[in-house]
């Protein structure tokens, strides 16, 4: 790849310099830790006094504990001491998952520790505290629970009826959220329509499975008040103020460290009862306390994502064109919102984009989100995505085939056009710097699918089920204050960072920002090398210690180069404007007269330059030679948010091609093609890391992953044997290629890249599936497409 | 409530020699190592299914999950701390330069797995290496970029095997 041409941003300084690193693949040399071992994860962390948590968890998905009887269990080697919820509620305030900027949303009041009735299997109701791990484990299971079991309020679609189960009495019935989009007028717009295409798709549960599983350290220090957190998150300053708040403890005396952290796809990113137990228990116990979940807890505790069913209707012209849109999205959360970010901006993000790559005057989007008696759900990478495009593609898939146009075509037809941005969702949300007519033609030259129509015909002669299918998608990047902020939760959408010349010439950076592996610290040092004129290897990065680094958001909603970067790059020309100007003075000249390459302040024609070296060691040793009121400022500091619009938009086109086993229901993925366009790519190379990961991880939702349960709400699958995720011999390789439209939001120009992989590919493989099924008139259209249903779609079983 | 026995059993780990240490009957060998700050093994599911746990025992590539302490009595062991031979440090540069590692939690297991293929000393195609490492789960990359960087990786030692 020719990575220089990438950077196509004038913004950012010509691309032909001694010192640019915008826009080059350049090895994560930061990642050799991993490689050798020596990497710092929450469970490699061993505290003097430490002690070890085992969690009792509720059996049942909706029962009443009559009785505990913990005094067995007490008498267990090793057991420094149990709580119960009581115990806890002592120490730690109870929250409640909602927000205020998008109409009503009700949920109870929630507490670390089941208080009387557990309400999904995996609810924490005891802590056994002890010397090891197993200690506690052993200990758990001497710990004696009566239990009243109640029937639980499993199916979402039967929640809302009169004779359902409600799992909170208070709230009167099962109803958490419902919003309701309308643009133009939908019943005019159907009744307009020469053609009216309709589905229903399901989507299951699935989960993150994060290879390293939540964990925490919590170290309360009574003689300072102190609170120590080491988190695997990806927000410690909003885990900060929310420590702070629930423990009333004073927020500057709440360090949250986040290290090393082994993947978090937004499961990271939430509040946890059994998180703030731990933290409870070492306040209460005086000493460190370890957490991190083993797999069952993972696959019973952690968030889990979709769990949607949604049914559309298209109307078209005769030509094709679309008119308008309907849709009506049910979907099921657990027993609670969660907090602080609320189980409701799933669906909030597929009522906004549904139908959001084309014009679509009519537009109607019903979103109905209720309780139920299963692990919370909420936000996982590509929240809503998955969902919104799978509805809006299956549907634009049906309007060609009735109109009997090609899929391709009826994009082209519908699609807002490049140059007519900016512009807006069917829903009303304001999008700009979009390409999807480039995008599209572009995986088109790719695909060739003139030549795959051919193969495909030569394949069903064979009796080869081959299909291919193509999709546009928006993705939501960068948020704005509009997203979280302006609902009233303490959730930051600006990022700081801070940059210092050292006494070395090194060059040191702090961000707001978090790594989690996408190479936020590489990018970092690239903007601060990139845009002082100083080498990678001069520059180090902290990031994740909120006593460390300035305030800011964290890694979530692919936010960390749009906004972290274009912060760090701010702060960068700060100081190298402050650089200049004792330069200036130093060298007895005109700061524009000079520029800074290869750790020098150089002349510009020519001349005798002066090295960062000596000009911080003038500063910081011998400011005596320097005149009176020299700025001697070499650091700075910088914090960017994203102003005027909800969020920067990007946009991809992706295409597959598979082939299905007629025997065994098997889908074979022979190609994936991706088209992005991120804007301004800081290193080629990661950004189509995340496009592929991304990809794989909607492979898995689309074809593999389900949390299966019975009809008592208890999860069937919680191993990694049982849960099936994707494997690397099941995996395509990936062909990613690129658009570059610049966000003008930023100098940086660069939107976010982390989710469109899993937001999209869901429904490429779906369209991809059902253009083969196509063939034999049949379709499917429950997810994950496993081989049974497409056994019973083509009426093999 | 288990029976809790401890048991004396001597072993090498990365060259270092643990000569009569007592460990505990029920630990697995992935709690044990990690209890010696060997920390670089990761434990991911511990039922033997994801692989990030992988270690090298006898020469061959073990999960550490599923073999207890007290069975490693007279073995040798390699941890990922302990892959600092020329071949390895290859494997690991390589694994950098093609991004073959996002979070890192399952490199450790991803190089222990590369380690037994190269030990074949024969070609692989992609989809024999996907085969190779369908053991070893990743959540990040795709696989793809670890796929890459095996390939290359084989494909490096074996010129240097045919060239004596």
Redesign the interface.
Known sequence: MDDITLNQNPKLGSVDRPNSYIGRSLTRDGAIKHLEGKGQFVDDLILPRMVNLAFFRSPYAHAEIKSININEAKKYPGVINIYIAEDIDEVCKPWVGVLGHLGEMRSPEQSPLVQNTARWQGEPVAIVVANTRAQAEDAVEAIDIDWLEKEPQIDMETALQKDAVVIHKELGNNLFWTRTVEQGDVQKGFNASSTVVETTLDFARHTGVTLEPRGIVADWNKSEEKMTIYHNGQAPHMMQHIIAKHFNISEGLVRVVSKDVGGSFGIKVHVYGDEMAAIAVSKLLGRPVKFVADRLESFTTDIHARCHKISGKLGLDDKGKIIAMEINDLSGIGPYSMYPRTSAIETNQVLNLSGAPYIIPNYKAVGTVVFQNKTPMCQYRAVGHPIAVAITEALVDKGAQAIGIRSDEIRKINFIPDNKYPNKTPSGVPLEDLSHQAAMNKLLKMMNISYLEKQKKIDLEKGILTGFGIISMCEVTNPSPLFYGAGGAHISSQDGATIRLEGSGAVHVSSSITEQGQGTEAIMKQIAADQLGVSMDTVRVTLGDTDATPYGGGTWASRGAGIGGEALLKATRILKNNILQIAATIMQTDIYTLDIENNMVIRKNGGEGISLKKLAETVYYRGQELPQGTNPELIATSSFFIEGIPFVFTNSAMGCLLSIDQDTGLTKIKKLWVVEDCGTQINPKLVEEQIKGGVVQGIGGALFEECVYDDQGNMQNATMADYLVPMASEMPDIIVDHVVTNSGRSIIGAKGAGEAGTGGAPSVIMNAINNALFSINKEVTSQPITPEKILRAIGKI | ??D?KSIIISFTVNNEIFDNVMVSS??HLGDYL?SLG?????????????G?CTVEVDGKAVRSCLILSSQVNGSVIR???G?DDPLMEKV?ET???H?A????????GM?MTTKEILNQKKYFN??E???E???????????????DAIEESITTNMKEINNG
Do not use: D, P, W
């Open positions: 409530m288990q809790n029920r630990l990690r060997l920390t670089g093994t990761h434990l991911g599911c511990e039922q033997g299914a994801c990030a941890t990922i701390e892959l690991k694994f950098l330069k991004n590692l996002q979070c890192g939690f399952c490199s450790s190089l992609r989809e290496i996907r085969t490492i369908s053991g070893n789960y990743c959540r990040c990359t795709g696989y793809q970029s670890i796929v």
